[in-house]
Structures are given as structure tokens and as C-alpha cells.
Nanobody, 122 residues
Framework: QVQLVESGGGLVQAGGSLRLSCAAS????????MAWFRQPPGKERDFVAA????????YYADSVKGRFTISRDNAKDTVYLQMNSLKPEDTAVYYC???????????????WGQGTQVTVSS
């Protein structure tokens, strides 16, 4: 069974940076694509970024383009989300997710992590 464990959240001032990590265990073809989502307080969970394990393609939400970078370390089965120039509106619980394709992972991932809180103070 695939498990995803996030780490790296915390409190940071506006303009600062954080790097989130997502360690994946038990990878299968159902987890070919990894993604990050976030859920701000009182709002729905939204797609942030995605990246397949076997290609350099990356996908981002418009709200984070140019500030966030998704990357992976296949040897460590770990996906990262480098977040720069953070804004108070980036405050959310960030979730790692996995799915078989880009389309599926953006709409209905089949595996979720437990989430990690990111708080950006103004």
C-alpha cells in the first residue's frame, strides 16, 4: 500500500521561503504522478503543482507560477515543493498526493498524505 508522508511546514514571514518534502513508500503504477495541493482555512482544497516520476514535466497553478518549484529525488522516493516569495494568502494545509496520470492526479488523486501546515505572517 502506498503511503505519503509530508514534512517541512511551519511559520514564516511574508517574503520568506520554505521547502516541503513528501516521502513515498510502496510506489506503483497508480502513483506515477506526484502532486501538491493546499487547503486554506475555510476553503476548498486546490491543486498547486504536479510532476511525474519519469519525466521532467512540471505543472503549476497560476497562483504559484514563478514562486514555487516542484522537484523529485527518485533515489529517495521523495518529492519536494520549494516555496519562495511566500505571501499570507499561501497560508494553508499542504497535502502531497499521487495518481496514475496528470489528469487523474489533478482531479481525483488516489492517495493522499496527512498534510502539513504552512503559515505565512504579514
Amino acid at each position: 500500500q502506498v503511503q505519503l508522508v509530508e514534512s517541512g511546514g511551519g511559520l514564516v514571514q511574508a517574503g520568506g521561503s520554505l521547502r516541503l518534502s513528501c516521502a513515498a513508500s510502496g510506489r506503483t503504477s497508480s502513483t506515477n504522478v506526484m502532486a501538491w495541493f493546499r487547503q486554506p482555512p475555510g476553503k476548498e482544497r486546490d491543486f498547486v503543482a504536479a510532476m511525474p516520476w519519469n519525466s521532467g514535466e512540471t505543472y503549476y497553478a497560476d497562483s504559484v507560477k514563478g514562486r514555487f518549484t516542484i522537484s523529485r529525488d527518485n533515489a529517495k522516493d521523495t518529492v519536494y515543493l520549494q516555496m519562495n516569495s511566500l505571501k499570507p494568502e499561501d497560508t494553508a494545509v499542504y497535502y502531497c498526493a499521487a495518481g496514475p496520470t496528470i489528469m487523474r492526479v489533478r482531479t481525483s488523486p488516489n492517495t493522499w498524505g496527512q498534510g502539513t501546515q504552512v503559515t505565512v505572517s504579514s
